[in-house]
């Protein structure tokens, strides 16, 4: 069984702070992916990286893919309140399913 | 093409009855996935289809659930005997040959009362 370990579970930050999620796992994964998700909505697409060292940034969020491809960060500067939500980190191998982490509740306020 | 559907969006249902879902992907997607997520949880694999083709099954996926996608296009998830325990938010996603993203629909939000 492949687990993909997220933390922090859940962040509250003050607007303007800048913030790190990790997601960690013992299985090599082909690609990861990033996710945001709102409530009663499905998980949004953010990135993807495949590549091991890979780094991608999306304006203010910033992805890294670990050298062995197992681990992954995410990085948020200047956080805003229309950052809030749930973000999923999610492992794939062999070109089919997807393995979830259990998420990252980030809440900006105000 | 508005991106993946799924019908309907909440589904309240007493308990050892049957529920079905329907999810429209995006329709040049051959891959279409079924999950479920219940709070605070990242989504669980539950099967997939290539075209009409059920290629993985979780052990999540118990006998009382099937799957089905007759002609490689929407696809349907029917619980039976519905539990209190399968309440949860059913998500269907889709995917493009080759590509790596998922395209996830809003999800039916099941409750067993």
């Known amino acids: 069984t492949q687990l993909l370990e997220q933390s922090p579970q859940f962040l509250s930050i003050q607007e303007g702070e800048n913030l790190t999620v990790y997601c960690n796992s013992s299985s090599v994964f082909s690609s990861l992916q990033w996710y945001r998700q709102e409530p009663g909505e499905g998980p949004v697409l953010l990135v993807t990286v495949v590549t091991g060292g890979e780094v991608k940034k999306l304006k203010r969020l910033t992805f890294q893919f670990g050298d062995a491809r197992k681990d992954s960060s995410l990085h948020i500067t200047a956080a805003q309140p229309g950052d809030t939500g749930l973000y999923l980190c999610?492992?794939?191998?062999?070109?089919?399913?997807?393995?979830f982490g259990e998420g990252t509740q980030l809440t900006v306020n105000p | 093409d508005t991106g993946v559907s799924q019908d309907p969006r909440h589904k309240i249902t007493k308990r050892g009855q049957n529920v079905t879902f329907r999810c429209d992907p995006i329709s040049e997607h051959n891959r279409l996935y079924w999950y479920r997520q219940t709070l605070g949880q990242g989504p669980e694999f539950l099967t997939y289809?290539?075209?009409?083709?059920?290629?993985?099954k979780s052990r999540l996926l118990s006998d009382r659930f099937s799957a089905e996608r007759p002609k490689g296009s929407f696809s349907t998830l029917e619980i039976q005997r519905t539990e209190q325990g399968d309440s949860a938010m059913y998500l269907c996603?889709?995917?493009?040959?080759?590509?790596?993203?998922?395209?996830f629909g809003s999800g039916t939000r099941l409750t067993v009362v």
């Open positions: 999610a492992g794939e191998t062999s070109g089919s399913r997807l393995t």
């Open positions: 289809f290539q075209n009409e083709a059920q290629l993985e």
């Open positions: 996603a889709s995917r493009y040959p080759g590509t790596y993203g998922y395209t």
